[in-house]
């Protein structure tokens, strides 16, 4: 039997390779408003609104916008080699919803009626594969709706549900041409907590391998595990459960490799992908939450101490009626009280208030007020509001997600180091950037400090730095020495050096 498959092309950076975003939820609001807005693009369509004629931008990507202003801003596009343009995705993906695509666009109210007549045939024409389906795990709001599942002996166990996903992982990639890196984004409704815990990636796979386990393993964790095993890199954009230490090794090339024994429990799935890939996650830091930590970000630099967040936000998705449910809430509610742990901020109340409320439809509304202790306690108050359709906020996010560790991947960049700076996507980073810093201009600083290692960019500053002599020949080479000295202490805090070549065929 066939051990492992090698499928570790680079994408975006060869004459004709593409790269994949798999969206698991493709119906949901996010999904449907990826794909318009990618087809948008790809098409350079023009369309009417309120204040007038608009042409498709990427507005909000960063992977995809060029610096702007004198200091160059934010913006990455242009600035470094193989950074790939989201215009050339190939974007599927699962639903339980049997909804075409371009109708669920229709139904969502995100986009400008025009835009959304000039997507809408084209959208209609995708296929929605069937998403696996544990009704437990949703709320019952889900249920009536749930008519596009995967059923017969593919939903007969766990593993087997877990093979059909592969299965239609490499299907897909077959039939869409895609020979780059695939990313698998999560943004489907948010589950419950799963009860599982595993120490390792054996006793995860052996957990999913063994039919009479009736251990509480959620969807998402096999979305992720599938996506491991075949090489592809898995983001939880929900707020449940799926990241966990035993996930993180099981997406470890150290693990994945061809000469595992036959006797392991990662043989039992064989074949499988040996390439990187990444685990990133958890909850696509989008809006209001964004802003909260700036907010709190520029109170700290000022040398103020935050007292009181006070926070109440409300729109009316499927998302948040999903989170009507008090199961599905508890994981929603664990990362949005969550997201400033690691400042330690013990004096600290913070307050989260979420409603449904249905006539607002996609666009969220939010309110927060924000206290601090000023100089000799004396109180400061401000307060923000801001209104803007959730899945606008959001998608930039998925896009970002998936061309970071495109990028990544062709950049041999170690799983510690693109979770780092991809920290500032996610409300609370967890895996390998467990107990980052929250504040969006450090994470900032994270994403281009890997960049610049990534690209090379460190060694061109020392380069220029001796031509035009600011530096000497002997100051040069002990900056190098510092610098590899460096590098090496940070790959010893995770051993994973032997890596499959990304170009191999």
Same mark, same amino acid.
């Given at each position: 039997?066939?051990?492992?498959?090698?499928?570790?092309?680079?994408?975006?950076?060869? *004459?004709?390779? &593409? %790269?994949?975003?798999? !969206?698991? #939820?493709?119906?949901?609001?996010?999904?449907?408003?990826? $794909?318009?807005?990618?087809?948008?693009?790809?098409?350079?369509?023009?369309?009417?609104?309120?204040?007038?004629?608009?042409?498709?931008?990427?507005?909000?990507?960063?992977?995809?916008?060029?610096?702007?202003?004198?200091?160059?801003?934010?913006?990455?596009?242009?600035?470094?080699?193989?950074?790939?343009?989201?215009?050339?995705?190939?974007?599927?993906?699962?639903?339980?919803?049997?909804?075409?695509?371009?109708?669920?666009?229709?139904?969502?109210?995100?986009?400008?009626?025009?835009?959304?007549?000039?997507?809408?045939?084209?959208?209609?024409?995708?296929?929605?594969?069937?998403?696996?389906?544990?009704?437990?795990?949703?709320?019952?709001? *889900?249920?009536? &709706? %749930?008519?596009?599942? !995967?059923? #017969?002996?593919?939903?007969?166990?766990?593993?087997?549900? $877990?093979?059909?996903?592969?299965?239609?992982?490499?299907?897909?990639?077959?039939?869409?041409?895609?020979?780059?890196?695939?990313?698998?984004?999560?943004?489907?409704?948010?589950?419950?907590?799963?009860?599982?815990?595993?120490?390792?990636?054996?006793?995860?796979?052996?957990?999913?391998?063994?039919?009479?386990?009736?251990?509480?393993?959620?969807?998402?964790?096999?979305?992720?595990?599938?996506?491991?095993?075949?090489?592809?890199?898995?983001?939880?954009?929900?707020?449940?459960?799926?990241?966990?230490?035993?996930?993180?090794?099981?997406?470890?090339?150290?693990?994945?490799?061809?000469?595992?024994?036959?006797?392991?429990?990662?043989?039992?799935?064989?074949?499988?992908?040996?390439?990187?890939?990444?685990?990133?996650?958890?909850?696509?830091?989008?809006?209001?939450?964004?802003?909260?930590?700036?907010?709190?970000?520029?109170?700290?630099?000022?040398?103020?101490?935050?007292?009181?967040?006070?926070?109440?936000?409300?729109?009316?998705?499927?998302?948040?009626?999903?989170?009507?449910?008090?199961?599905?809430?508890?994981?929603?509610?664990?990362?949005?009280?969550?997201?400033?742990?690691?400042?330690?901020?013990?004096?600290?109340?913070?307050?989260?208030?979420?409603?449904?409320?249905?006539?607002?439809?996609?666009?969220?509304?939010?309110?927060?007020?924000?206290?601090?202790?000023?100089?000799?306690?004396?109180?400061?108050?401000?307060?923000?509001?801001?209104?803007?359709?959730?899945?606008?906020?959001?998608?930039?996010?998925?896009?970002?997600?998936?061309?970071?560790?495109?990028?990544?991947?062709?950049?041999?960049?170690?799983?510690?180091?693109?979770?780092?700076?991809?920290?500032?996507?996610?409300?609370?980073?967890?895996?390998?950037?467990?107990?980052?810093?929250?504040?969006?201009?450090?994470?900032?600083?994270?994403?281009?400090?890997?960049?610049?290692?990534?690209?090379?960019?460190?060694?061109?500053?020392?380069?220029?730095?001796?031509?035009?002599?600011?530096?000497?020949?002997?100051?040069?080479?002990?900056?190098?020495?510092?610098?590899?000295?460096?590098?090496?202490?940070?790959?010893?805090?995770?051993?994973?050096?032997?890596?499959?070549?990304?170009?191999?065929?």
């Amino acid at each position: 039997m066939q051990k492992h498959f090698q499928s570790c092309r680079v994408s975006m950076m060869v *004459q004709g390779v &593409t %790269a994949g975003i798999l !969206v698991v #939820g493709i119906g949901g609001n996010n999904g449907v408003t990826l $794909l318009a807005g990618q087809i948008a693009n790809r098409d350079k369509l023009s369309w009417e609104t309120g204040p007038g004629r608009v042409t498709a931008n990427w507005f909000g990507c960063l992977t995809q916008i060029p610096p702007r202003g004198v200091h160059g801003g934010v913006g990455f596009q242009g600035r470094y080699d193989g950074l790939a343009s989201a215009d050339n995705a190939v974007i599927g993906g699962w639903d339980i919803r049997s909804t075409k695509l371009g109708q669920a666009l229709y139904d969502c109210r995100v986009l400008e009626p025009d835009l959304v007549r000039q997507v809408r045939e084209e959208m209609d024409g995708y296929e929605i594969m069937p998403g696996i389906w544990d009704p437990s795990f949703i709320g019952e709001s *889900q249920h009536e &709706t %749930a008519l596009n599942v !995967v059923s #017969g002996d593919d939903d007969s166990s766990t593993r087997c549900r $877990l093979e059909r996903i592969r299965r239609d992982i490499r299907m897909w990639k077959e039939k869409n041409n895609v020979d780059g890196h695939i990313t698998v984004i999560w943004s489907a409704s948010v589950e419950r907590p799963s009860e599982a815990e595993y120490e390792s990636a054996d006793e995860l796979l052996e957990a999913i391998y063994d039919d009479s386990n009736t251990d509480d393993i959620s969807p998402s964790i096999l979305y992720a595990a599938a996506a491991a095993l075949e090489g592809c890199s898995f983001v939880n954009g929900g707020s449940q459960n799926t990241l966990s230490a035993a996930m993180t090794s099981l997406f470890e090339q150290s693990y994945r490799q061809p000469d595992a024994p036959s006797t392991s429990a990662l043989s039992k799935f064989a074949p499988y992908s040996s390439c990187r890939a990444y685990c990133l996650g958890t909850d696509f830091k989008a809006g209001q939450t964004k802003f909260k930590t700036a907010a709190v970000e520029y109170l700290r630099a000022l040398g103020l101490s935050p007292r009181v967040i006070a926070s109440s936000n409300h729109l009316g998705n499927n998302d948040m009626l999903n989170l009507t449910q008090k199961k599905t809430l508890k994981a929603k509610m664990r990362v949005k009280s969550d997201i400033f742990g690691p400042w330690q901020e013990d004096d600290l109340d913070h307050k989260v208030s979420v409603m449904y409320t249905p006539y607002i439809g996609d666009e969220k509304r939010d309110y927060v007020e924000y206290t601090s202790f000023g100089f000799l306690s004396s109180p400061h108050t401000m307060v923000t509001y801001t209104r803007c359709m959730d899945s606008i906020l959001c998608v930039p996010l998925m896009v970002d997600a998936a061309i970071w560790c495109d990028y990544f991947v062709n950049h041999n960049v170690s799983p510690t180091d693109a979770a780092r700076a991809t920290a500032y996507l996610f409300k609370v980073p967890e895996g390998d950037s467990k107990g980052a810093d929250p504040g969006f201009f450090y994470q900032m600083k994270e994403l281009e400090k890997v960049l610049q290692k990534a690209s090379g960019k460190e060694d061109d500053v020392i380069a220029m730095g001796l031509s035009k002599g600011i530096i000497s020949e002997e100051q040069a080479k002990a900056l190098r020495a510092l610098s590899a000295i460096l590098s090496t202490s940070s790959r010893a805090t995770k051993p994973l050096n032997n890596f499959c070549n990304p170009r191999a065929p």
